[in-house]
């Protein structure tokens, strides 16, 4: 069977209160890595007592995100599939995170047709990359 899609994550209400209900990936990147206010921060934006706006960095990951699931394809031969599934560790729903993509040998791909996770990250210019976050969160 094929992977059920997230949908469009950016601003979606479902996928936002799904997010604030568990601890994300991104969570724990900011947490280990002290980012966006840290461990504190985390805790802050679960409660509802800071929220983050979407900015022009995220939009942009977000806008390249098809793009580059493209060239993946193209230059590896891997297809990219289950794109923005919301996933969650199967003995813990807390424990959450949204998959940019999977890789695949075959179009129509089940779980057990995956070999590989596709995360993507953008930066801006000027903008050091912070590759022990994005380790973490990944």
């Known amino acids: 069977m094929p992977y059920p899609?997230?949908?469009?994550?950016?601003d979606d209400p479902k996928w936002l209160e799904w997010r604030r209900g568990g601890i994300t990936a991104t969570d724990v990147a900011d947490a280990a890595n002290g980012t966006y206010g840290g461990e504190y921060g985390v805790v802050a934006r679960k409660l509802g007592l800071i929220t983050v706006e979407q900015?022009?960095?995220m939009e942009r990951g977000h806008r390249w995100q098809p793009k580059v699931a493209d060239a993946v394809d193209m230059l590896t031969g891997f297809y990219v599939v289950g794109e923005e599934t919301w996933c969650q560790h199967a003995d813990n729903d807390m424990i959450r995170a949204t998959v940019d993509g999977f890789l695949s040998t075959l179009a129509e791909a089940t779980l057990d047709d995956v070999e590989g996770v596709l995360e993507v990250?953008?930066?801006?210019?000027?903008?050091?990359?912070?590759?022990?976050?994005?380790g973490d969160q990944v």
């Open 5 to 10: 899609s997230g949908g469009e994550v950016t």
């Open 55 to 57: 900015n022009a960095a």
């Open 121 to 134: 990250k953008t930066t801006g210019l000027g903008v050091k990359p912070n590759r022990e976050r994005w």
